[in-house]
């Protein structure tokens, strides 16, 4: 049927899209306005990568399909296809409304089809949402009217739009040619219930209440979070090109005058941009490891904290550039004792459907008390002072970082300026007696492998991960450019780590500094080794069932999961039992990364004891729990000590196992 | 007020100390130096005051070789306004660098001199005292706190078990314990602001002080005996004879009881 604007009501209409579309547009500019106050920052790079991560990321829904939220997300995405689908045919109702012109597709009977299942299915799934809201309550999520009106409006569009379809072929019941016509199945079931009289008025009616909410839509939407329906597409173009485990450069950092973030205007405009994307779903704040064991961090609040700081001082900064912003001290909504608590363990932002980048501003807020501020908690203060003087966290000797390798026939590269691979050994593996044990175990498979191999001895020097963790950017970048001159020196092209940490900052982070290496950790350098039979294992020791803990920085921030399995898999004896459901993406953290390694921890549980208690309620009969990082291995030891289980389940790291089974000649 | 802090550099405590081929001193090469632990303290005091009260000032002030230009770095990064440098060889004696202060101070007229109460590389907590003696001022000892008073200050001393205040009329010098919070870690722009600060430099002649033979002398450095691995009895049931044998070894081999 043609559409219900004859005459006077097609200017009508053409008056009310035009005043929707002018309120629409005056409201995202000022939201752009607002974006504007950030900091610049280009994230234009890798414009294809961008492209790809636009269709699988935004089109493809790929982040709302995950664990736990498999349902939850198909009901997303069908919502999210469905309204695709229908836009279109809204945009081809106004056209048509206003001046008659039709958008391709739209008159065909599987467009037809298309739009009729999805107005069911979204439907469906309106009804479903509106009842977790009202009856299930998901804890985290912020309920708001807002949400209501919108599921409402939704509702709606779509109660309307199968109406007028109905009414249209109930209308058009007698003309000729209804017969040859393949009706969509809903409105086509729907029609009986309108006359043939009645229809003309029922479609007008229902096709201007359609249109109408649409406009309403439009109009209300850049004041809702619903916002992010528009704004998910350049936050996903506009998405970090990094890799997920590097924080960003302050570069020329030497004749910068503020660091990190204090207000609004320190953050860049693309995390202003998150601000307005956050769809406040609480999927980030389901995972996070500080919330769930009692600390005050929750990593949806720092995203919502900045954009409400933004949308209530940034009118104030537009027309004054010299206003006072809220200065740090004032920070209205995030305290310092939230920022400290961030383990970084990334858990929210793999949650993030619309690729929030949650740590980058937690670090940029810690970059402005530790630099600007000089406020990070004393134990902060003293790693960092320890690392500076004596370059580790734990102020032990610089000059004994090597003894753990006395007498076990490990060259220094001075002694071997020829090995293949330098082991970068860290600064756990180096002092922490538990770890040391680790070091020797590698250093044992390495020759037994016959990896040509070396070690920087007392010339390495912490790689300076906590350091930039814990905002101390500079710090970070002495470190990282005396150990790039180090390796440079000594001509090294290929670093071992038995640590993801060091692996994670020489791979990810030298490259920033001018450091380019061949970075391998050691479990995937063992599979490799086992895969090409350099290593062999013998079965002497007892059967064991071994749990596999992912660390943070293996797994989430580098996609390691599959490696230290296989190698686990691959140790006789050996039978593997998952952390689940807190294993692989999901893993839960130890507690000690971020910095957090030296930091009290007194808010709540200890994060490593409710690991722990995840790995008893597994109830697996594992009598090891594995892991691939000193961290991890220290937190762990530390756990099962305090929860009185260290005679059955003892902490070990996966190297040690192989080592163990290392066919002795 | 005005605040002079006089502060020593010296090995950092996380260095690993090694006797040096002459068997009296000890190996310097490569090691990593910094303020002497309780000169920090003095400096975090003093600086606490200028948080309360900006019009106060903290100069700092060292004697020692041209590297001690470095710790005087870190306290103006720290916070503090000004910095001399006194150049003395290492082996200039605690009185000689007491008079070298002491000519310092009477140039700088500051109301509050601090010291850290003992520099931690010898020990000896001789400058501080004998800086209050070459200029004829009281001086308080093991300070935790400086309150401002009307006509002087008020200095809180730790003892046993408590602390005791004294007041005394300025100007006055303190020998600094500790401070309430855990002296400060420089901010960035502090550190970068240091960099560029001028540090005069001062030698002795310029002091009017010519250096004595020293009063005192190290005739030998030794490292401390290796500690020996502790030992574990195995509890095999009889907890009365295991309990005979610990006392017994700890009265024959450990002696201390
Ligand atoms: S990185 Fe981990 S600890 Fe930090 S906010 Fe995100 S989930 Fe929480
Ligand atoms: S930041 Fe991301 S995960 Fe967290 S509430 Fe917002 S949209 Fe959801």
Redesign the interface.
């Known amino acids: 049927m043609s559409p219900p604007t004859q005459g006077i009501w097609a200017i009508v209409l053409l008056v009310l899209t035009i005043a929707a579309a002018a309120v629409f547009g005056y409201r995202v500019l000022g939201l752009y306005r607002l974006l504007r106050l950030g900091r610049d920052e280009s994230r234009v790079d890798q414009p294809w990568r961008r492209l790809r991560d636009e269709i699988v990321v935004y089109l493809g829904q790929r982040k709302l399909l995950k664990r736990p939220y498999y349902i939850r997300g198909v009901g997303h995405a069908l919502i999210f296809w469905g309204f695709l689908v229908i836009t279109w045919g809204s945009a081809d109702l106004l056209l048509r409304g206003i001046v008659g012109w039709q958008l391709p597709f739209t008159d065909t009977a599987a467009y037809a089809w298309i739009l009729d299942v999805f107005a069911v299915a979204v439907l469906v799934s309106v009804v479903v949402a509106v009842f977790r809201r009202a009856v299930l309550r998901p804890p985290r999520m912020h309920r708001v009217p807002e949400g209501y009106v919108i599921l409402t409006l939704i509702g709606f569009l779509m109660l309307t739009l199968l109406v007028f379809e109905s009414a249209a072929i109930a209308a058009t019941r007698d003309e000729l040619g209804q017969l040859l016509r393949v009706f969509p199945p809903v409105a086509a079931a729907l029609a009986p219930l309108i006359s043939t009289a009645a229809g003309p008025a029922i479609f007008a009616g229902a096709w201007w209440a359609h249109v109408v909410t649409i406009l309403a839509f439009a109009v209300y939407l850049p004041r809702t979070k619903h916002l992010h329906i528009v704004t998910t597409l350049p936050n996903v173009f506009f998405r970090s090109s990094r890799p997920r485990g590097a924080l960003q450069l302050i570069d020329d950092i030497e004749n910068k005058e503020t660091f990190g973030a204090a207000n609004v205007r320190d953050f860049s405009w693309k995390q202003l941009l998150d601000g307005y994307t956050c769809t406040e779903c609480g999927r980030c704040s389901d995972n996070c490891p500080a919330l769930a064991t009692g600390k005050t961090l929750d990593p949806q609040k720092i995203v919502l904290d900045i954009r409400d700081q933004l949308l209530r001082e940034g009118p104030k900064l537009l027309a004054d550039a010299k206003a006072e912003t809220t200065a740090p001290a004032h920070w209205v909504a995030t305290k310092p004792d939230e920022l400290w608590a961030c383990t970084t363990c990334a858990a929210c932002v793999e949650a993030c459907p619309v690729t929030i980048e949650h740590i980058d501003k937690i670090v940029d807020m810690r970059r402005s008390l530790t630099l600007m501020e000089g406020a990070a908690p004393p134990e902060a203060q003293r790693a960092m002072t320890n690392i500076e003087r004596a370059g580790n966290p734990w102020g032990e000797a610089r000059a004994t970082r090597g003894d753990w390798a006395e007498g076990l026939g490990i060259p220094t590269f001075a002694e071997k300026p020829d090995a293949e691979y330098l082991y970068f050994v860290g600064c756990a593996a180096s002092y922490d007696r538990r770890n040391q044990r680790v070091a020797r175990a590698l250093a044992s498979i390495l020759k037994s492998a016959g990896v040509s191999f070396a070690i920087l001895g007392a010339a390495e020097t912490c790689n300076g991960d906590p350091a930039r963790r814990m905002g101390n950017e500079y710090l970070f970048q002495l470190q990282a450019q005396q150990n790039i001159e180090t390796l440079n020196a000594a001509a090294v092209k290929k670093v071992i780590t038995s640590c993801p940490h060091c692996f994670n900052t020489i791979a990810n982070e030298y490259p920033q500094l001018g450091g380019n290496y061949e970075v391998v950790h050691a479990l995937p350098l063992v599979k490799k080794l086992l895969a090409e039979k350099k290593l062999t294992l013998t079965g002497g020791a007892a059967a064991e069932i071994v749990a596999y803990h992912d660390p943070c920085y293996l797994g989430r921030h580098n996609g390691i999961y599959d490696a230290p399995r296989d190698v686990l898999d691959a140790v006789p004896g050996v039978t593997r039992a998952e952390i689940a459901p807190h294993n692989r993406e999901r893993g839960f953290c130890c507690g000690a990364g971020g910095g957090r390694m030296w930091m009290e921890e007194k808010m709540g549980q200890r994060v490593n004891h409710r690991r722990v208690d995840q790995l008893l309620a597994t109830k697996s009969g594992a009598t090891k729990v594995a892991s691939g990082c000193p961290y991890c291995l220290i937190m762990l030891e530390e756990g099962v000590g305090a929860k009185g289980v260290q005679e059955s389940i003892k902490p070990v790291d996966v190297l040690e196992l192989v080592a163990a089974r290392l066919e002795t000649s | 007020m005005k605040f002079l802090v006089c502060l020593k550099q010296v090995p950092?405590?996380?260095?690993?100390v090694k006797v040096a081929a002459d068997g009296k001193s000890i190996a310097t090469d490569?090691i990593?130096w910094?303020i002497s632990p309780y000169d920090e303290y003095a400096i975090e005091l003093a600086l606490e005051h200028k948080d309360g009260d900006p019009s106060t000032t903290v100069s700092v002030v060292t004697v020692g070789p041209a590297r001690s230009r470095d710790a005087l770095r870190q306290a103006l990064a720290m916070g503090c306004d000004d910095a001399t440098l006194v150049t003395a060889a290492d082996t200039v004696g605690g009185l000689d660098v007491a008079k070298a202060l002491a000519a310092v101070v009477k140039e700088a007229k500051p109301d509050v001199v601090l010291c850290g109460k003992q520099a931690s590389d010898d020990d000896q907590g001789l400058v501080g005292p004998a800086l209050a003696e070459a200029l004829g001022w009281p001086h308080v000892g093991m300070l935790t706190k400086i309150a401002a008073v009307a006509d002087g200050v008020e200095l809180w001393r730790e003892i046993e078990g408590g602390h005791e205040v004294w007041t005394a009329p300025t100007p006055v010098v303190g020998l600094v314990h500790k401070s309430a919070?855990?002296p400060?870690?420089?901010?960035?722009?502090?550190?970068?602001k240091a960099k560029k600060k001028e540090i005069p430099e001062k030698d002795l002649a310029a002091l009017g002080v010519t250096p004595g033979a020293p009063r005192a002398e190290v005739v030998a450095m030794e490292p401390p005996p290796q500690r020996g691995g502790g030992k574990i009895l195995k509890a095999d049931g009889d907890v009365k004879a295991l309990a005979a044998e610990l006392a017994r070894l700890l009265h024959e081999e450990a002696k201390v009881l």
């Open positions: 950092d405590s996380t260095v690993r490569g990593t910094s919070k855990e400060r870690y420089p901010s960035l722009p502090g550190i970068m």
